[in-house]
């Protein structure tokens, strides 16, 4: 006779694990999602349900297990375990051994931290060389109460409040988000299902253990039994008005960043940001260049956004980030940018990319100069065809020399920009330097050396973008024009 008690425990935790995987679109029909397996009750109830739903919801299922090589004989004996469950399940297992004890001492974090980022690590590369859409982590109900709460004692803004995500955008999924640690453990048992328990689990030094071991005991029993329901409707609300609030951060982020999008730079206008009304908004655009200069799991704090506010409020001039990610006012912009990814003092925004052509260029032909991604052709036209050329760079044919007959072979030469370079400035011939006019334009040193320079022999006739040589520039006397278009 069928046990109706435990038939309806495990209905329960597949009806939620089902119920969250279609309302975060979590997996596509036909796809692999791999287990995150510790061998503990709540990645074996996870491995469980998956491969129960499969059947039905068409995708395929395999298990991920990474030895922390923090415990010794008994990391080794969560691998065989877990080998040995997948092996009598008929399911591919993906193992790897990091030692996440030198990985934290190497990087001066703590034995959680180093082991979270080893295991996301290691899900990354393996959805990346497997081609599998997701990996699943067996986070529980638990888990998310007990990630808002340690995020309440360190200090959060709304975001932190959200807890653990049923989905991220990077592939890792959380079936499990809705069932309890309770209900885990009695799916276990009525399914028959055996696992294995981490000694570190009870240990108390770990910041999550404690609260779990320590507080949240006193909290039920002193102030709300239902604290776990309380802490997950709170990450509920809370994922709501952040999702809502990045949103339309993402979106001005889009508007504020510097109009050249392969510039490389990453950078908001400040006079723009001032005019942002909600304080909230503009932390959330300096969260964002900052994850854009340095990755998406850069996570700087509170203290370390305000100091980029001072900067947009004129009260200081540079700021220095976690990881090496500097920040700094530029002609009207804050600019970010990674100091150990440049090891040539190139270290900075304001040192130079070191592009260098020259190309010889003719009339009436497109040329495409790919170093700095634009088109440039030159054209002899009179007066009276003047008109259909607005918008392109003038210069006096007749000055340089040319005439129709003349510019089918003349040549000219385009190049970047030369330490001493200068273009004359007054009708007379008084020159000035390119770097003087680049700094006087507020051209980023970063792009100076992309600005093509136009030259006629090795007269220096304009610096395209920027300006023409006054001797050159046209006037009521010029009969004939030299047009030059030119296309970023």
């Known amino acids: 006779m069928i046990d109706e008690k435990n038939t309806d425990i495990i209905n329960t935790v597949l009806g939620k694990v ?22 503990g009750a709540d990645s074996v109830c996870l491995l469980d349900a998956l491969l129960r739903l499969s059947k039905t919801k068409k995708f395929m299922v395999s298990a991920a297990h990474l030895n922390h090589m923090i415990r010794g004989e008994e990391a080794e004996r969560d691998m065989k375990f877990c080998e040995e469950l997948c092996e009598s399940l008929g399911v591919t297992l993906y193992t790897e051994k990091r030692d996440v004890p030198e990985l934290a001492k190497k990087n001066g974090l703590t034995e959680e931290e180093a082991g979270r980022r080893a295991r996301y690590d290691f899900f990354a590369r393996l959805m990346s060389e497997r081609n599998i859409k997701a990996a699943a982590t067996a986070h529980n109900k638990n888990d998310r109460a007990e990630t808002v709460l340690m995020r309440i004692i360190r200090g959060t803004g709304l975001s932190g409040l959200r807890g653990v995500r ?10 499990l988000l ?44 002193e102030f709300n039994p239902s604290v776990v329901n309380a802490l997950c409707n709170l990450a509920d609300s809370a994922q709501e008005d952040a999702d809502f609030m990045e949103g339309y951060a993402e979106r001005l982020y889009a508007r504020l960043r510097p109009p050249l999008s392969n510039s490389g730079i990453k950078a908001l206008h400040i006079e723009s940001l001032r005019t942002v009304a909600q304080k909230s908004i503009v932390s959330r655009l300096i969260m964002l260049c900052a994850k854009d200069a340095m ?4 996570k700087p704090e509170r203290k370390h956004i305000e100091a980029v506010h001072k900067i947009i409020d004129g009260e200081s001039s540079g700021a220095e980030l976690p990881g090496g990610l500097r920040v700094s006012e530029r002609y009207g912009w804050l600019e970010f940018w990674a100091a150990d990814k440049d090891k040539n003092n190139a270290e900075s925004l304001n040192s130079c990319n070191n592009i260098e052509f020259c190309v010889e260029v003719g009339a009436d032909k497109l040329y495409n100069i790919e170093k700095t991604g634009a088109e440039i052709s030159i054209t002899l036209i009179g007066k009276d065809a003047l008109g259909r050329m607005s918008g392109d760079i003038l210069l006096d044919a007749d000055k340089l020399g040319l005439d129709d007959e003349s510019i089918k072979t003349a040549r000219f030469k385009l190049r970047s920009r030369i330490a001493g370079d ?3 400035v007054y009708k007379n011939g008084k020159t000035k330097k390119l770097k003087s006019l680049f700094i ?24 395209l973008g920027v300006r023409v040589s006054e001797i050159y520039k046209p006037d009521k006397h010029t009969k004939n024009y030299l047009v030059v278009h030119y296309e970023e």
């Open 18 to 39: 089902s119920a969250a995987m279609d309302k975060y679109s979590m997996l596509p029909r036909g796809a692999e999602v791999s287990v995150a397996l510790s061998g």
């Open 166 to 175: 049923y989905k991220r955008d990077d592939g890792v999924i959380r079936p």
């Open 178 to 221: 809705d069932v309890s640690r309770a209900e885990i453990e009695e799916y276990c048992e009525a399914a028959g299902l055996e696992y294995i328990t981490d000694s570190t689990n009870s240990d108390a030094r770990y910041t999550r253990n404690n609260i779990r071991l320590n507080l949240l005991p006193i909290i039920e029993k």
């Open 295 to 298: 990755g998406e799991d850069y």
């Open 422 to 424: 200068r273009i004359a």
């Open 440 to 463: 006087d334009r507020k051209i980023r040193r970063e792009n100076r050396a992309a600005v093509p320079v136009l030259c006629f022999g090795d007269e220096i006739i304009a610096v």
